[in-house]
């Protein structure tokens, strides 16, 4: 079964990463760089300030910069354990996929998809009463990890475990502050803090 997984999992790749067009390298070169999100991290921190009292508003910063925070540490330590290379590094690989980048480090799982997934979920957790569109931040974890296929570095299986890395600890993270922090925010019960 497990090989099967692997062969699905290496074939999918290969032909996603197949349907490339040079004409669009550009554009999923610039969405896959993390510093191309970097105005919406920021309408993210501003969107807490416009919602929320500035107390509460700075907790739900400080939240997420822990998530993400915690959300890199587990990533690399997965990475360094699985020790699985990357496509772009594969022998095998070599000569058949279409290669915009080659990052060293090990593939599985992707931090890029953890990292989106976890902050986008705890984002639209934290402003789903107060802005009942935020859903269509969505948009950006996707995009950014369907990017590291397009790009050759990640295989569909590294970024579906790092999205479901980045969603169950988007999940305890929400879960800590509305049951840790939310209750000293606000009029002093949790309801009133989310």
């Known amino acids: 079964m497990w090989d099967r997984l692997i062969d699905w999992d290496r074939n999918t790749f290969i032909f996603l990463n197949s349907l490339g067009i040079e004409e669009y390298d550009g554009f999923w070169s610039y969405v896959t760089h993390t ?46 354990f699985v020790a699985r290379l990357r496509p772009n590094n594969s022998e095998e690989l070599r ?9 060293e480090d090990y593939s599985f799982f992707s931090g890029h998809a953890a990292n989106s997934f976890a902050i986008t979920t705890l984002v639209v957790l934290f402003l789903r009463k107060k802005l009942p569109w935020v859903w269509v931040f969505y948009i950006w974890p996707l995009l950014f990890s369907l990017s590291r296929i397009y790009v050759g570095v ?37 309801g009133s803090a989310t």
């Open 35 to 80: 510093s191309s999100w970097l105005p919406l991290f920021a309408l993210f921190f501003v969107l807490f300030l416009v919602a929320f009292s500035r107390k509460e508003a700075f907790a739900r910063i400080l939240t997420t910069l822990l998530l993400f925070g915690c959300v890199m540490a587990l990533m690399y330590l997965t990475k360094e």
């Open 95 to 103: 000569g058949i996929i279409r290669v915009l980048f080659r990052p």
């Open 154 to 190: 990640h295989y569909p299986l590294d970024l579906i475990a790092g999205s479901f890395v980045g969603i169950v600890m988007a999940l305890l993270f929400y879960r800590g502050f509305t049951g840790l922090i939310a209750p000293y925010l606000g009029s002093g019960h949790p």
